[in-house]
């Protein structure tokens, strides 16, 4: 592939400013100490590495992201009171592949005082593989409450309660008290404020709610709020191949 045309996949702008930007000097490929300044030449983009003024990029045919959702924060392209999720993210991977679909695109969507695991991408299949109702993939939310939990009101969100919107019950997969005023709860739906709703409809409040694992990723306290990183491989793998296992239980969110 060209470089200019290697640079517009990975949302380094049009490609008449991808071709400025290498005519200008400002290309570095591989580990070569020059920068290539010829827009047209041909390089393999499969595990190519270059710098673009200075700063060190991998190509990535498609884009597999894990994000640690800060709470404050909208997962809109054109939030109404609080900034974007996708302000998280640097430019170019808010503008890869052009066109008006540009960028990668959150994997559901969290609420602004919402936070935790976040997966975006730009794959298709792979949004609609991890949201689609009929895979069922679990997503297992750490919920601060209100009230003290007791057996009843477990009971009764793993049997099912009614949501005002639809008169069919709905059910936690999983659900326990990891303390007095701490639920985690597994869900495989995902319905509009799903956890706090289910969680009013047995009598109590969420007062703070964090997505802790989706799939069979679990977010881990290296990755910091408001901080990101490439999925590697093997996790895409996983979560394509494994997308209904449950993790493991982790300690209690901070």
Known sequence: MQLQDILFSQGFGTRRICSGLVQQGLVVVGSDAQPCT??????????LSFRVQGELWKYHALAYLILNKPTGFECSQ?????????????????????????????VG??????TGLLLLSDDGKFIH???SPRHHVPKVYEAQ??????QKQLSR???????????????????????????????TEGKYHQVKRMVAAV??????????????????PELKPGQWRWLTADEVLALTQKAGTVPAPQPQAK
């Open 38 to 47: 010829d827009p047209t030449a041909f390089f393999e983009e499969e595990g």
């Open 157 to 187: 969100l793993l049997d099912g309660v009614v949501l005002d919107d639809d008169p069919k019950p709905v059910r936690a997969q999983a659900c326990e008290a990891v303390s007095e005023l701490h639920l985690r709860m597994t869900l």
């Open 145 to 150: 409450v209100k009230h003290p939990l007791d």
């Open 109 to 114: 969507r969290l609420d602004q005082d919402t």
């Open 78 to 106: 054109k939030p109404s009171t609080y900034p974007s999720v996708y302000t998280l993210l640097p430019g170019p991977l808010r503008q890869r592949g052009g066109g008006a679909a540009a960028g990668v695109q959150a």
């Open 129 to 131: 593989r991890m949201t």
């Open 203 to 220: 009598g109590n409040r969420v007062e703070g709610l964090h997505r802790s694992a989706m799939g069979c990723l679990v977010l881990t």
